[in-house]
C-alpha cells in the first residue's frame, strides 16, 4: 500500500485563522480524498481532490471553507478557512491502493488533529 | 443520499468470545466493502474487505459476509483478545466505486 505523510500531525489554532495541512504520497494516484473524523465521530468525506480539475465537494462542504490543492499526482492540500471551534477536528487524506483489483482499498494518512480557540 | 448505517455503537465481551458487528448500505450498485479498525489516537487501518461477487470471506479470526439482496455485511470476530478492542468502522463504495460512506462506528471492547 502507499505510504502518506500527513503534516502537521496537531496544531493549536486561533478562531478566525486558516490553516493549511499537506498530504505527500509515495506514488502517483489520480485521486486523493479529504476526510474529517470530529471527536469521537465517524469518518466523512470533505472532498476528492483531482489532479488537474476542480475538487469535487460533498454535500455541506463548500470550496470556500475548504480549499483544495492538488498540483500534482503525489501531493494535495486542504486548507481549513476562518476557523471556528466548531473545526476542531481530525483531518486525513486518504488515497486508493495503486492500480489493479485493489483500486478501491483505501490507505489513511496518520490525520491532522486541529483544535481551535 | 447514500448512507452506511452500523449496528451496535458499542459491543463488550469477554475474552474468547465472539463479536458481530453489522452494517446496511442504500445503494445497491455499491460493489465493495472494507471494515477498518481504528485505534485509539491512531489511523484507520483496513482488516478486511470484501466484493461483491462473493458472500463471504475469512482471515484467520476475522470474517465478513454479504447479503447483496438485502444490502447488508456483516464483521465476524472469533476468539476475542483484549488487543482487539478498538473502534471498526464499515464501509461501501457509492458513486461508480469513486466515493467511500462510513459506518458510524463499533466501540468493540474485551474484556480480560
Known amino acids: ?65 475548504f480549499p483544495i490543492s492538488r498540483p500534482n499526482l503525489t501531493f494535495s492540500t486542504l486548507t481549513v478557512s476562518n476557523m471556528s471551534p466548531e473545526d476542531s477536528s481530525i483531518y486525513l487524506c486518504s488515497v486508493p491502493a495503486p492500480g489493479g483489483s485493489g483500486a478501491n482499498v483505501l490507505t489513511f494518512g496518520a490525520g491532522s488533529r486541529l483544535t481551535v480557540l | 443520499g447514500e448512507n452506511v448505517e452500523q449496528h451496535p455503537s458499542t459491543l463488550s465481551v469477554q475474552e474468547g468470545d465472539s463479536a458481530v458487528i453489522k452494517c446496511t448500505y442504500s445503494d445497491s450498485a455499491s460493489n465493495y466493502f472494507p471494515w477498518y479498525k481504528q485505534e485509539l489516537g491512531k489511523r484507520p487501518q483496513l482488516i478486511i474487505d470484501i466484493r461483491s461477487n462473493v458472500g463471504e470471506k475469512k482471515d484467520q479470526r476475522i470474517a465478513v459476509t454479504l447479503n447483496k439482496t438485502a444490502k447488508h455485511f456483516s464483521l465476524h470476530i472469533t476468539e476475542t483478545q483484549p488487543e482487539d478492542s478498538a473502534v471498526y468502522f464499515c464501509a461501501a463504495t457509492f458513486n461508480n466505486n469513486n466515493d467511500m460512506r462510513f459506518g458510524a462506528g463499533t466501540r468493540l471492547t474485551v474484556k480480560p
Open chain 1, 1 to 65: 500500500s502507499a505510504v502518506i505523510s500527513q503534516k502537521p500531525s496537531r496544531d493549536i489554532c486561533q478562531r478566525g485563522t486558516s490553516l493549511t495541512i499537506q498530504c505527500q504520497v509515495d506514488s502517483q494516484v489520480t485521486m486523493m480524498f479529504w476526510y474529517r473524523q470530529q471527536p469521537g465521530q465517524s469518518l466523512t468525506l470533505i472532498a476528492t481532490a483531482n489532479q488537474g480539475s476542480e475538487a469535487t465537494y460533498e454535500s455541506g462542504f463548500v470550496i470556500d471553507k
